[in-house]
């Protein structure tokens, strides 16, 4: 299959027509980091850019744009897997993100700014540092190189999320789609009730496994190489340091976002899994996971603004390819639109329910054996 065309930015793959999106077209993740500072820098209404290009714009333009289904082939996978721009592309935003949350820090701190605007800035910040930050984090946390990983940590630091690079790869990934994984939403459990199940069950998880890991080399509870207790210290540090530093207004600010950008993380949870399951073996276990069990998207806006996130079910499958060369998969279940929208619906559970109810019983009536 053909990639679809992006414009004169693409990149041919060797031996053969097929074109993929080149690494600059991923930098349209950035595009949201320069709304936050038109906002920093101009307040007033410019501070709702972010959110209104993430809801707003974004839906609108994977509806005109539509879905790209291709893939590339088999043979060049490695070739595009160490290409260092599409590497670069992920590392460039840490240093962006950084000094745009200090920027916001200082300005929050140093200047007369209204509650609106506090707010404002706090949403802004939060759906970059949740929407874009934690999705370099989630691709980072899956690599094998302490470097990546060590950036990883580091993004979630700055959202009060460092557990989930735990929880996430030790946790979500082997029980995905089973009642053990407070990840996966269930069959009629709206966003509300999923919410505190999901943030309480993770965090839990995140302990015991790494407690798991400790016995497992030989090594104490309380010793530096305890990933939570350190995540713990550091996340107390930046506190306090705030609150020190740039005054408890600045603390309330950093919560905020760090919150919004939790929720955001969450929601597309939600809705990467509702209802689906994985069916239970005769010796205990569960089958082993397959795209079907992880929803699908392939719209091009949604994954070019969130380097392909949205072809989830081949993230589950082969968690370790990265994004640039992700799978869409025709058997995997569809989302009927690109993450953006689905957020806003899955904030409404009546409308999310007669949308995707309907999906998941004609999901399940072809995957799950009758009883």
């Given at each position: 299959m053909r990639f679809a065309k992006y414009g004169k930015i693409t990149r041919k793959i060797r031996n053969g027509g097929s074109k993929l999106p080149h690494y600059s077209w991923y930098f349209l993740t950035y595009s949201i980091?320069?709304?936050?500072?038109?906002?920093?820098?101009?307040?007033?209404?410019?501070?709702?850019?972010?959110?209104?290009?993430?809801?707003?714009?974004?839906?609108?333009?994977?509806?005109?744009?539509?879905?790209?289904?291709?893939?590339?082939?088999?043979?060049?996978?490695?070739?595009?897997s160490k290409s260092i721009g599409y590497k670069a592309v992920v590392w460039a935003w840490i240093p962006l993100q950084t000094l745009v949350l200090i920027l916001a820090a200082l300005k929050i701190s140093s200047t007369d700014m209204s509650l609106a605007e506090v707010i404002g800035t706090a949403i802004a910040v939060g759906i970059m540092t949740g929407s874009i930050g934690i999705t370099w984090a989630h691709e980072l946390c899956?690599?094998?190189?302490?470097?990546?990983?060590?950036l990883a940590e580091f993004l979630l630091s700055q959202v009060s999320y460092a557990h989930f690079c735990i929880e996430h790869v030790y946790g979500h990934?082997?029980?995905?789609?089973?009642?053990k994984d407070p990840a996966t939403s269930r069959l009629g459990e709206s966003f509300y009730a999923f919410l505190p199940r999901t943030l309480w069950g993770s965090f839990q998880n995140a302990?015991?496994?790494?407690?798991?890991?400790?016995?497992?080399?030989?090594?104490?509870?309380?010793?530096?190489?305890?990933?939570?207790?350190?995540?713990?210290?550091?996340?107390?540090?930046?506190?306090?340091?705030?609150a020190a530093l740039l005054g408890g207004k600045?603390?309330?600010?950093?919560?905020?976002?760090?919150?919004?950008?939790?929720?955001?993380?969450?929601?597309?949870?939600?809705?990467?899994?509702?209802?689906?399951?994985?069916?239970?073996?005769?010796?205990?276990?569960?089958?082993?996971?397959?795209?079907w069990h992880?929803?699908?998207?392939s719209q091009i806006v949604s994954n070019?603004?969130?380097?392909?996130?949205?072809?989830h079910s081949d993230h589950h499958f082969m968690a370790s390819r990265r994004y640039q060369i992700l799978r869409h998969?025709?058997?995997?279940?569809?989302?009927?639109?690109?993450?953006?929208?689905?957020?806003?619906?899955?904030?409404?559970?009546?409308?999310?329910?007669?949308?995707?109810?309907?999906?998941?019983?004609?999901?399940?009536?072809e995957h799950l054996p009758a009883e």
């Open positions: 980091a320069g709304f936050v500072l038109a906002g920093l820098y101009f307040g007033g209404w410019v501070i709702w850019l972010a959110p209104f290009w993430t809801f707003g714009f974004v839906p609108l333009f994977d509806h005109f744009r539509g879905v790209d289904t291709g893939n590339v082939p088999s043979d060049l996978e490695a070739v595009y899956h690599r094998t190189g302490r470097f990546e990983r060590g990934h082997r029980n995905v789609a089973t009642p302990w015991q496994i790494e407690k798991q890991q400790l016995v497992k080399k030989g090594r104490p509870f309380f010793d530096f190489r305890n990933r939570m207790l350190r995540y713990l210290f550091v996340q107390i540090v930046l506190f306090v340091g705030i600045t603390l309330l600010f950093f919560i905020g976002q760090a919150s919004v950008a939790v929720i955001l993380l969450e929601t597309i949870n939600y809705l990467e899994h509702y209802g689906l399951v994985r069916r239970k073996l005769e010796n205990g276990r569960y089958e082993k996971v397959q795209p992880s929803w699908n998207a070019l603004s969130l380097i392909n996130l949205a072809r998969y025709d058997e995997a279940p569809q989302l009927p639109s690109g993450y953006a929208a689905m957020v806003l619906v899955a904030l409404v559970p009546p409308l999310w329910f007669r949308m995707m109810n309907p999906l998941v019983t004609q999901w399940r009536d």
